[in-house]
């Protein structure tokens, strides 16, 4: 009652008539951007590509910090046998009061190998086991504090110097694209010039297509938002996959300071439209569509993963009674088994329904003595 | 006397001669030059690298030409090499050109074996102008020598070092071929960046041991400019053949929205340094040193896997053609000598098959024997029943008719009891008496 009075009298008094009709349900929005402030938000990213293609700078460029200092390159000899690692670096950024846990998984020795075959099995395995523990996390009793570790989008860094999507290229993208939410990106982009770029994305989503990949798609659009935006929309989709250029240094460019790169014929400018696409790859990633990606990532891929998951502890729990469900759930609609535990519950039910009973009965005859 | 003589120019000390007069040998290297232009050149360049990193937009920019290639694709299961050559003429010097092009190298997942389908075809050209040499009529001059006589390694510039593939293939090629390692693709590096890689990628060779082509520096000539261009390496290179409009020149550059790179501009890359060294300078040096030093190895290790060796254990040296002919021997009494063991194998085997097959003989007709005598003993039994059983019908019909005999004279004289009694008893005797042979029947 308080919180209707209270929002009411900041109600837009145009007019007395309107003022009746007035709900005030309209000011949802800014009590859900309240809330999300005072949570803050994660998000973790995965960036994956042969060792020399510039995901770290591309990240430093990105959320404009330096994450990787001190870091250990390794030399060719040893990168022979390399196997593929993990490693995750987690910062709190904060802007204008919105805090963002930002974490970076990086694969570092990713295709540097003499012999890739199977190197992105770790990378599968870390993202099953991050969603094994959201699972495990949601189905368990306490579920106040829900950590979300699970991969968000994975940046997957092409090289430039090739025609178009090597064999060790699409063998990742498949085993991924179930997993986690997949954007390309035509590294190094400052060594193509346009009509290269041009003719390379246009390869690369031919093959992205025969191959039947399935790579992050953005949302269209609905058709009651504003042209400016449907433009954007249109234009972001046309570009991909994104060819991207990242810069560690600030230099000086027609009088401003900017991050780029300094070539005897010419400065690359990071944030330039004309040089490359990064200005796309941020607005894509961190101002739009971020929440998207959450989203997909948390109704497609996790429940698909939940779904299996499912599927095969039941499978494994009818070929042995014995074993208990770890976690609650209903049960699947197996012909076997399904008349069976329906029957247990409605057993269950009337048991607890007769002891119910008892009990009330036996209340009231003390009540009445 | 001839022997003397041979001693005495054996022996004799070289003086030195002043000359009188021009007589005009000092024009014998110009001899050889208009030999050797009427002849032409060959040149066998290798290029190795990823798919796409511009081997052959290098080599139309090197030579000025466009070189027909297709696009490779990137889903080679295993790399080839593609050979193509070409004829090009320079102000009335012939090149002949064959330039060899890696097919997939760097495509597949497991690159373990990538560097083999390379080694194999250096060393099929090295066969091939062995074979040549040893023939007993042989062109040397007329054939075209298809040696690689150059091999740049295609490195690709991702800022770091070395990739690990790169280094395991130079280091099995640096026995066989002349290496020079080139950055491709250099416009995406910058210049603090490219002085670190160049240092990065050197050190990296140096600490595995992988020998790459050293300019030469003992001719005073060129012993210079070799020397700093041995600094540069690994040169930096850029190609294209696109024409660009800079001040009021057209060049050879790429053009970028920030800028654009030239291609013959020392300070974008280093493509004239390459050209210089590769083409204007030490194009004879890598030929000789292909031939002397490379083909030299190669030709040794194969004859030392034939055989040949070029002391005996003796130390007298030996002339091929003993050598020939000892092996040949050698190799006849071998086969004489397989023959004969084939000849003793056979002999054994056929006497081995006969000693088994007389040992049948025997055990067959032993089986035989005992079959034989066990039938006369069952034969004998049989008989000897027959005998007895006949003895016992005969005693049957005898008591049979004495019966009735009896039982006759009962019947005529019926009232005398006694008789019965003797009937009866003979009754009674007739039964025992069958029974006794009955009996003895059983038995």
Known sequence: MTANSRYKSRAPRAEDGEEKDYVGFATLPNQVHRKSVKKGFDFTLMVAGESGLGKSTLVNSLFLTDLHKDRKLLNAEERISQTVEITKHTVDIEEKGVKL??????????????????????????????????????????????????????????PPFGHGLRPVDIEFMKALQEKVNVVPLIAKADCLTPSEIKKLKERLREEIDKLGIKIYQFPDCDSDEDDEFKRQDKELKESSPFAVIGSNTVVEARGQRVRGRLYPWGIV?????????????????????????????????????????????????????????????????????ETEK???????????????????????????? | ?????????????????????????????????????????????????????????????????TFENEEASHYQTEVQLRPQTYDLQESNVNLKLTAVHTVGFGDQ??????????????????????????????????????????????????????????????????????????????????KGELDKLKIKIMSELVSNGVQIYQFPTEDEAVAEINNSMNTHLPFAVVGSLEDVKVGNKMVKARLYPWGSVQVENENHCDFVKLREMLLRVNMEDLREQTHARHYELYRRCKLEEMGFKDTDPDSHSFSLQDTYEAKRKEFLVDLQHKEEEMRQMFVNKVKETEA????????????FEQLKRMHQDEKKNLEEKRRELEEEMNAFNRRKVAAETLMGQALQGCSQPFKKDKDKKNFFSLPSACSLTSGRNLN
């Open chain 1, 101 to 158: 846990k930002l974490t970076i998984v990086d694969t570092p020795g990713f295709g540097d190998a003499v012999n890739n075959t199977e190197c992105w099995r770790n990378v599968t395995d870390y993202i099953d086991q991050q969603f094994e523990h959201y699972f495990r996390d949601e189905s368990g009793l306490n579920r106040k504090n829900i950590q979300d570790n699970r991969v968000h989008c994975c940046l997957y860094f092409i």
């Open chain 1, 269 to 337: 400018e990071v944030e330039n439209p004309s040089h490359c696409d990064f200005v796309k790859l941020r607005t894509m990633l961190i101002r739009t569509h971020m929440h998207d990606l959450k989203d997909i990532t948390s109704d497609v891929h996790y429940e698909n993963h939940r779904a299996q998951s499912i599927q095969t502890m039941t499978s494994k729990m009818n070929a042995d009674k014995r074993v208990e469900s770890p976690i609650p759930i209903l049960p699947l609609s197996t012909p076997d088994v």
């Open chain 1, 342 to 369: 329906l029957i247990k519950m409605k057993d269950d039910e009337l048991r607890r329904m007769q002891q119910m009973l008892q009990k009330m009965q036996q209340q009231m005859h003390e009540q009445d003595l």
């Open chain 2, 1 to 65: 006397m001839a022997a003397n003589d041979g001693d005495v120019f054996a022996h004799e000390e070289k003086r030195n001669l002043e000359l009188g007069g021009h007589v005009g040998f000092d024009s014998l290297p110009d001899q050889l030059v208009s030999k050797s232009v009427a002849q032409g050149f060959c040149f066998n360049i290798l290029c190795v690298g990823e798919t796409g990193i511009g081997k052959s937009t290098l080599m139309n920019t090197l030579f000025n030409t």
């Open chain 2, 109 to 190: 997942i497991n690159k373990e074996q990538s560097y083999k389908p390379i080694l194999e075809y250096i060393d099929t050209q090295f066969e091939r102008y062995l074979e040549e040499e040893l023939k007993i009529k042989r062109s040397l001059f007329n054939c075209h020598d298809t040696r690689i006589h150059i091999c740049l390694y295609f490195i690709a510039p991702t800022g770091h070092s070395l990739k690990s593939l790169d280094l395991v293939t130079m280091k099995k090629l640096d026995s066989k071929v002349n290496i020079i390692p080139v950055i491709a693709k250099a416009d995406t590096v910058s």
């Open chain 2, 356 to 367: 088994e097959l007389k040992e049948k003989e025997k055990e067959l007709h032993e089986r």
